[in-house]
């Protein structure tokens, strides 16, 4: 198919084809040609705002973060204007002639460029208060009156901690450029007056003449304007527009369709007048760069840490009186005691998550999982709400006909050898004449025709079920062309292979191709249509022709579709319909079964469509058809003049059968649904299918229980209405709620929080119809409204809005391509593999992260509560007890990697986490990392640094650097054995990094003559001392833990026992 490039975003119009004249051709763009089911997104209202805060209030509680952000967006807008979006003309082939320059045609993700990684990434650091408060104590050592130690003692570890920083966003960087590289790299034909070349996706520009070969994805938008069908018709997914996998027929226009060839279209110099770039569904603005929940509490710990700092500095100068310099000696407290803040608490953080995603990276049993954001991974611990698409997420979009149900009997899998057998008896009947043309098939139908009072066999009855189904439908059969044929249309037919092997069905709805093949499968095959005319061939091998009358589309409105067909064989017209129960049961003859069987079929998770007929004689045809083209050409009321026309064919119809279809869901979906929800999160469903299709696939996804009730949220269009629905809403307990796209957006316009207040008490919510928009907007809600943490997950182009406006996006790289995958946090290969990506992963790496963060402020705090016990003893001297290199090396060789080991901790084992979900209920309320558990860890480091520098004044004898060896190793020693006491399930990368360090310490003893007596620490008095200092500190912490669990178990206890 030849396209003509329109616009480098990803959007499609239809066109109309105004003129019939092939020189200085316009070829005019509307939006008329839009679906309204499909594309009708309007822009969303803002959220209600309660109350406005004032003056001071209103400048403290956030005014002036608000005032910052609309100077820079004003300095912004001043530096880059946008430039004006206006209509254009797009000339054929010739992008030469465009009358502005237009952006590149090429995607990219990456968060910086050349010139912004630096400042970026230097901006995203010290926007942290850890961060700016080390800058600023490393600058404060310039200054000569407040220099403590030596400069690489402050700039070492802060130039460490940007380092690991910098590499790590600059991997992440790169590998995002590679995945751009990768999408725009994609090779495309484009048509020139040469011929054929080839051209990379990004180097696409407005005017060019583009072949898109089959089953290649669209690269921007296009115009239609050739195929190689004869009839200009060609089928489209628009899976990354609005996650719809369905096959939509459009049709080229007509007068380029008709050129002889493709050369021809450089000849006509025809152009396209398109109206301007529009704000829909599919184009959005801005960067943005997440920050977890484990961070953002951590940066308020460690406000609370400068608090604390702060405080102690200034009781540390009013003891000393306010003597001399005072406010010199508060800075050098401060910066003596600035350890209480641990500068390494963002690289172990940082490194820790690293590991996490290459964990999660290395799991053989989420094989194809990728992490694209490094710096979430404890996000996965932490999530309440998850928001999934339904096509492509929870279902493979492949439909497989199950049972066919005609009132009195019923087929299911296993018996559809039968229904082969009675279709197959009618066609024996009569011999196929020679070469099997389908003048002369004449099935034995017309006597029973004749006498309809007598009752029908069932081999009849499932003949013209059958046969119903084979033909009311719009599927078209497509055959490869042979392998080397040309492309040209007037040669494509010449060039087909016909063999069943060769033969696919495309059509605008996955259930209608499920419905074909299944009557392929007992034996009558599709293998022929035009606009005019359809082929079934037999069992025995007649081929069966049909005129192809009428033919009445499905529409949301009427939730059927009809068509009008005359047998060439038999001159018989009939109308035949199928569509849903609701819209069917006033159509067909009374009956005492199809409302119970659709009941029974929908409680199996099938798809359910009612196929009924109407003998049509051809003068009631002749009538009809009369009226009928008189509606369509009337000027008022047209719609409405032509459903009446139909309507009046609608009555007294044959019901033929029931059938049902069912949309196979993915692997292990069910379970997986169970295992989240016995975790504590709820599951909400955001599709833009509809409302019958989603019900049903909450019901058989389990998504909705066997045992809980469903309210339908009936339309809604206005306040009233809402209001009266709302309360009655409000009265249901314990049901799932579906409501659609529209009454939403209405409800949202006026009871924004009733509603959300309302549907999160619901076990499951369904929103059917739902824009991408709307998507994004029911994740903002429930974050704004809950202040839970939401995760999306989405397979299509149309969740990306969702999956980046959730706390923790996640993609599933399927059919609907790659666009999900590439924009979310992660990306994995099935659904299924949310489970262990949850309950393994998210729960270890939050709970490994907190751990790991308390325990580097228990180091920090540690170390700072000796300083102030020094200085306290010592007359409040602002004199450091540690310099040079026994800080740095305490920080980095002799504690870092058994600290650093604590990533490799676990408190159950994966298989345990994912037999029992509900352990990961704990998480979600924030205990392992709270102030609570933050204060435990501050009181046992006041303990500690208080028995360590005592201990060490009380047994040190002559010289004062005795007491710097005892305090200063028996420092080491605690910091290794509360690591031990802190793990919870040994690895033998653990025992090596405790081994590893203390002989790292006992070996620098040797090298450390300027600040140990080297003839005291090879003494047993030394090694008694340390022995001493070091079991007072650490076994009642001991004895302790061992009381708590004995008394307090925690929920994992019995577990991992």
Known sequence: MVCLVTKNVATWYQLEDESAHLDEMPLMMSEEGFENDESDYHTLPRARITRRKRGLEWFVCGGWKFLCTSCCDWLINICQRKRELKARTVWLGHPEKCEEKHPRNSIKNQKYNVFTFIPGVLYEQFKFFLNLYFLVVSCSQFVPALKIGYLYTYWAPLGFVLAVTIMREAIDEFRRFQRDKEVNSQLYSKLTIRGKVQVKSSDIQVGDLIIVEKNQRIPSDMVFLRTSEKAGSCFIRTDQLDGETDWKLKVAVSC?????????????????????????IHSFEGTFTRVGLLDLELNQLTKALFGALVALSVVMVTLQGFAGPWYRNLFRFLLLLSYIIPISLRVNLDMGKAAYGWMIMKDESIPGTVVRTSTIPEELGRLVYLLTDKTGTLTQNEMVFKRLHLGTVSYGADTMDEIQSHLRNPYTQAQPPAGGHAGSATPPRKAQSAAPKVRRSVSSRVHEAVRAIALCHNVTPVYEP??????????????????????????????EVALVQWTESVGLTLVSRDLASMQLRSPSGQLLTFSVLQTFPFTSESKRMGIIVRDEST??????????????????????????????????????????????????????????????????????????????????????????????LQADVRPTLEMLRNAGIKIWMLTGDKLETATCIAKSSHLVSRTQDIHIFRPVTNRGEAHLELNAFRRKHDCALVISGDSLEVCLKFYEHELVDLACQCPAVVCCRCSPTQKARIVKLLQQHTGRRTCAIGDGGNDVSMIQMADCGIGIEGKE??????????????????GRLLMVHGRSSYKRSAALGQFVMHRGLIISTMQAVFSSVFYFASVPLYQGFLMVGYATLYTMFPVFSLVLDQDVK??????????????????????????????????????????????????????????????????????????????????????????????????????FDVAFITSATFVWKVSAVTAVSCLPLYALKHLKRRLAPPSYSKLSS
């Open 571 to 664: 001159a018989e017209i009939t109308f035949y319909m199928k569509g849903a129960d609701v819209a069917m049961s006033p159509i067909v003859q009374y009956n005492d079964w199809l409302e119970e069987e659709c009941g029974n079929m929908a409680r199996e998770g099938l798809r359910t469509l009612v196929v009924a007929k109407r003998a049509l004689t051809e003068e009631q045809y002749q009538d009809f058809e009369s009226r009928y083209s008189q509606a369509k050409l009337s000027i008022h009321d047209r719609a409405l003049k032509v459903a009446a026309v139909v309507e009046s064919l609608e009555r007294e119809m044959e019901l033929l059968c029931l059938t049902g279809v069912e949309d196979q």
């Open 817 to 834: 391509g790659r666009q999900a995958a590439l924009a979310a946090d992660f990306s994995i290969a099935q659904f299924r593999h949310v």
């Open 256 to 280: 380029t369709q008709r050129l002889p060839a493709l050369g021809d279209l450089f000849s006509i110099s025809a152009y396209v007048y398109a109206q301007k770039p529009q704000l829909d």
């Open 910 to 1011: 994966p298989e345990m986490a994912m037999l029992y979900p509900e352990l990961y209920k704990d998480l979600t309320k924030g205990r392992s990392l709270s102030f609570k558990t933050f204060l435990v860890w501050v009181l046992v480091s006041v303990y500690q640094g208080g028995i360590l520098m005592y201990g060490a004044l009380l047994l040190f004898e002559s010289e004062f650097v005795h007491v710097v060896a005892i305090s200063f190793t028996a420092l080491i020693l605690t910091e290794l054995l509360m690591v031990a006491l802190t793990v919870r399930t040994w690895h033998w990368l653990m025992v090596v990094a405790e081994v590893l360090s203390l002989g790292c310490y006992v070996a620098s003893l040797a090298f450390l003559n300027e600040y």
């Open 482 to 511: 042979r392998a080397g044929a040309p492309a040209e249309a007037e040669d494509a037919e010449a060039d087909q292979d016909f063999s069943d092997g060769n033969r696919t069905y495309q059509a605008a709805s996955p259930d």
